[in-house]
């Protein structure tokens, strides 16, 4: 699976749109971008996933660049409980397939 | 549906004893991941199941840790002769066919003392 970077740490005003970058420069062609986020002392959770097309979903949008090289996860009304480590992570759709997380972006809603 | 059970939710061990770990997961899901997390990483592949087959295993899982799926159902992890390294949260997730989210427990936390 391609590797992903993303900033360590982004903090987001409550209310504001919070818009966290990742890049994926190595992205194969069947690889899709997953995120994914864990809150403190709670297991990950899924939060949207997308190939090429733009997503939106309850939870978030998720816009993919053309070339799909970079993304971004975009919460557009932050609250406190958005308080979480975000993971980006490129996977092959395949039975089985494992989940390869990095590091993650720690973000902070501050009131 | 109650989600990805998994039982204890903490525990403290000794150095070199043994200690077991278990995981439900979402009744109709067929494939059950464990992942390990130390403090400020994130989440590691150890092993994954297909209904009571263990289909991969990552480097990560030595020969002290073993894990089972009897049946297809609950699975369980079990380390032997603990050593302070293992001390991290473990995780166990869940999915079923054509579901392409994988749904995660509480963890496990372990402390080796």
């Known amino acids: 699976d391609a590797k992903t970077t993303q900033p360590p740490s982004m903090d987001c005003a409550e209310g504001r749109a919070a818009n966290l970058p990742c890049n994926h420069s190595?992205?194969?062609?069947?690889?899709?971008v997953y995120w994914y986020r864990q809150i403190h002392s709670q297991g990950p959770q899924y939060i949207i996933h997308g190939l090429k097309n733009n997503e939106t979903n309850e939870m978030a949008s998720l816009i993919i660049t053309e070339d799909r090289k970079s993304s971004t996860l975009i919460l557009p009304h932050a609250t406190l409980r958005d308080t979480a480590v975000y993971y980006c992570i490129v996977r092959v759709e395949a039975a089985g397939n494992k989940l390869t997380f990095g590091g993650g972006t720690r973000v902070l809603v501050k009131p | 549906d109650t989600g990805v059970s998994q039982d204890p939710r903490h525990k403290i061990t000794k150095r070199g004893q043994n200690v077991t770990f278990r995981c439900d997961p979402i009744?109709?899901?067929?494939?059950l991941y464990w992942y390990r997390q130390t403090l400020g990483q994130g989440p590691e592949f150890l092993t994954y199941f297909q209904n009571e087959a263990q289909l991969e295993k990552s480097r990560l899982l030595s020969d002290r840790f073993s894990a089972e799926r009897p049946k297809g159902s609950f699975s369980t992890l079990e380390i032997q002769r603990t050593e302070q390294g293992d001390s991290a949260m473990y995780l166990c997730?869940?999915?079923?066919?054509?579901?392409?989210?994988?749904?995660f427990g509480p963890g496990t936390r372990l402390t080796v003392t």
């Open positions: 009744s109709e899901h067929n494939r």
């Open positions: 997730a869940s999915t079923g066919s054509g579901i392409y989210e994988q749904y």
């Open positions: 190595t992205i194969s062609g069947n690889e899709y």
